[in-house]
């Protein structure tokens, strides 16, 4: 998201949408990934019924630090 558009909840509009599609068209399973420390990610995916499914560790560089990639799976309605 272009950051003068971030925080006016189109991330969650999207990913919202995202999910009602996928479900349309009954997909087997939705998953998503963030980069550990990504805490804004973390969030909007968590209420949205993610949960985290798998890390690999240390994999990609951000910053000057490797972090570890999260896998998250969509469980259910969520929060909101
Ligand atoms: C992560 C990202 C996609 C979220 O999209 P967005 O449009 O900014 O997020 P929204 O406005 O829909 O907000 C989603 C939730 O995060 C919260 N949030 C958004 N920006 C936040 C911030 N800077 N600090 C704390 N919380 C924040 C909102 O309050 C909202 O939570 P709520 O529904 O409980 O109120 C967007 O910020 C982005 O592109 N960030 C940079 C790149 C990135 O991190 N991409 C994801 C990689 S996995």
Same mark, same amino acid.
């Given at each position: 998201? #272009? $950051?003068?558009?971030?925080?006016? +909840?189109? +991330?969650?509009? %999207? *990913? /919202?949408? +995202?999910?009602? !599609?996928? /479900? $349309? %068209?009954?997909?087997? =399973?939705? &998953?998503?990934?963030? *980069?550990?420390? =990504? =805490?804004?990610?973390? #969030? *909007? ?5 993610? !949960?985290? &499914?798998?890390? %690999?560790?240390? @994999?990609?560089?951000? @910053?000057? $630090?490797?972090?570890?990639? !999260?896998?998250?799976?969509? !469980? ?5």
């Amino acid at each position: 998201m #272009h $950051r003068d558009y971030r925080g006016r +909840g189109i +991330g969650k509009a %999207l *990913l /919202k949408k +995202g999910i009602e !599609v996928a /479900k $349309r %068209l009954k997909a087997k =399973n939705i &998953w998503i990934e963030y *980069l550990d420390g =990504n =805490n804004v990610a973390k #969030h *909007l995916y968590e209420s949205l019924g993610f !949960v985290e &499914w798998c890390r %690999l560790p240390k @994999y990609r560089k951000h @910053y000057g $630090r490797y972090g570890d990639s !999260v896998k998250m799976l969509y !469980v259910g309605d969520g929060k909101k």
